[in-house]
């Protein structure tokens, strides 16, 4: 029996559609400050520099609401531009669409902000105009400000958030594999006929959350269901990834730590029938490149000047769902149990088993982890990851898009030399690309073993 070479490694682009991009990057930062987020044409330019380097994509975080926890106000939110103010990813997608040929498109978008009747109208359109080449993160959303500003009286309980994720991933699945035969589409031009009525489906959906009784308003585009991410490593976001995720982002702050996860995972998959190789595990990341060990550990340093500390306790607060304003941050974690963020604790304590860490700890593993280094120590430091079974980097950035440029410059000649990145892109899909090479090779649509499957014309007809 041979071991199997590790496949090349992922690497996605972790930004926000905000002036500062997800907690630890800096707007205010010098090399910062000529990025206007509302331009265009530095997201075209950024985009096009990624396709050169054969990243695989853009992952773009986004919350639905401000960040209000810390003091009960947004003031600080709103003053520190922490990840607000914020657009909508999913038509930035759209806009950069045209300028883009291979690079993949992941946004996050929680299962509140649309019912997903309409959503599923988005991302067909999307997947369209695009070719097939986007991705979706599934999130339940984690602010309170969020729910009541979409007609919610209170935030929903953890557990009850996974169960309504659960029904609208079923709803999606059924409008988007379900709703259309493959051959529906006919355009005759002699008899008159777009479509066949007869191959076009009403899916009837009566659930607990949604009632969906009609068709799809699209016909089927290349991947029909996106390629689906998620980031819960809580209990419950483990079990709702092994059963719907092809794509897991691992809160660890190790490799060891991402290994436990990754083992975990692999049994959970198992035992929802599906392969280990049927998901791809990402970690996210953020670099600092210099010539030399000295020159990158200067700039970092440099970068903790223009950190702060009130705007990450303000993010923290939110995930937390807790006001650190009022808790002395030296006290330990412990047991601390939270309605908001449970997958970041699980992380924390399977990095510190003793449950040693504090409050303060946490907020600055949260928002400020760096890696600093050559590009050759820093290709090392992916390497480990990979050994962990890590199949993807989520690559950030800490002084806006130059750490970003300074990767592609610098660190992907390294990656691409190792043979731990792509040289040229795989043809198909964003999901063919992703798992072109691996173990579980995939067409342009969920595999055999996937839920959504299970709701094709083709298997309802044969059970």
Known sequence: MTDHKPDRMRFTHFTSFAPAGPPGAMWNHPKARNFDYTNLDHWIKLAQALEKAKFDGIFWADVSSVHDVYQGSYATAVREAMQFPIGDPLMLTAALAASTKELGFAFSANVIQDHPYAFARRLSTLDHLTRGRIAWNIVTSFQPSAWKNLGHDTIGDHGARYEQAEEYVTVLYKLLEGSWEEDAVVRDLD????????????????????????????????QRVPFLFQAGTSGDGRAFSAKNAEGMFVYAHTPEGAKKVIDDMKSRLAAEGRRPSDMQFFVHLNFIVGSTEEEAQRKSNEADA????????????????????????????????????????????????????????????????????TPEQIADTIEAWQAAGVNGINVGSVTGPDDTYDFLDHVVPVLQERGLMQKEYAPGTLREKLFFGSESPSGPRVNERHPAASYRTSNVLAT
Request: aromatic share 8%.
């Open 306 to 373: 223009y950190l702060s500390s009130e705007a990450n306790i303000t993010f923290s607060s939110s995930t937390m769902g807790t006001d650190l304003s009022a808790m002395d941050l030296d006290t330990p974690v412990g047991d601390f149990q939270t309605n908001a963020l449970q997958g970041q604790f699980k992380a924390l304590a399977e990095a510190a088993p003793d449950k040693a860490w504090t409050f303060r700890e946490v907020v600055m593993s949260m928002t400020s982890s760096r890696i600093a280094g």
């Open 191 to 222: 008899r008159r006929v777009f479509a066949d009525p007869q191959k076009v489906h009403a899916i009837n959906h009566e659930g607990q959350y949604y009632r969906v009784p009609g068709i799809h308003t699209n016909e089927p585009s290349p």
